[in-house]
């Protein structure tokens, strides 16, 4: 089992809609859990973080964490044509492993 | 005022060649990393550095290595290229427990 788990999509969606981004990950020793926005051809740029078990918002996203379930969350409100990118979750215990990706295509 | 940069931004070379990578964080970061990212857009850590000191070194094969002359600079040599080789390199720094890291705009590498 991979230590991180994303579904690679690809995901197409109206613009307007409501995104829900997820990762499951095995590592119970991740303390960290980011979220990234790669643009084609693009570094990755982080999103936001989140440390415990909740909710963080900033803006249009939402980061959910869930321990008990090894599970992480990204929501998009209100998406936007310019939120078409590659999300990857990275979980970090003392270095950063990604997931690989979901493909997100918002259409105006 | 690019934070983290590299150079070149596309490289193409032949099999068995040397190149470098150059990276540079105008952050004033203390620790910077190499990742790859294979055709398929995963993301692997291959190696990271904390004030010039080797921190991490994720069983990547002794053909790369990496020099940091100092903190802002990481750069990364590539000793007889091979075609599992091609994929974009990114170079990355981050302050503190690290979990925050910027990436750079990414060297795409092509071996032929």
């Known amino acids: 089992q991979k230590e991180v788990e994303q579904d690679p999509g690809p995901l197409s969606v109206p613009e307007g809609a409501i995104v829900s981004l997820n990762c499951t990950y095995s590592n119970s020793a991740f303390q960290y859990f980011m979220w990234y926005r790669q643009y084609s051809r693009k570094g990755p740029e982080l999103l936001m973080y989140?440390?415990?078990?909740g909710n963080k918002e900033d803006g249009r996203f939402t980061a959910q964490v869930d321990k008990s379930s090894k599970y992480i969350s990204l929501f998009i409100r209100d998406s936007q044509p310019s939120d078409s990118a590659t999300y990857l979750c990275a979980m970090w215990d003392y270095k950063l492993t990604f997931g690989k990706g979901t493909l997100l295509t918002v259409n105006p | 005022d690019t934070a983290v940069s590299q150079t070149p931004k596309y490289l193409v070379t032949q099999m068995g060649n040397d190149k470098s990578i150059k990276c540079e964080q105008n952050l004033g970061h203390d620790t910077m990393y190499w990742y790859k990212q294979d055709s398929k857009k995963f993301l692997k850590i291959m190696f990271s550095?904390?004030?010039?000191?080797?921190?991490i070194n994720e069983t990547v094969p002794n053909r790369f290595s990496p020099k940091s002359p100092d903190k802002a600079h990481l750069n990364l040599h590539i000793n007889s290229l091979e075609l599992g080789d091609s994929a974009v390199y990114f170079c990355?720094?981050?302050?503190?427990?690290?979990?925050?890291?910027?990436f750079g705009p990414g060297t795409r590498l092509t071996v032929t």
């Open positions: 550095y904390n004030n010039k000191e080797l921190i």
């Open positions: 989140t440390y415990s078990s």
């Open positions: 990355a720094s981050g302050q503190g427990a690290d979990h925050e890291q910027y």
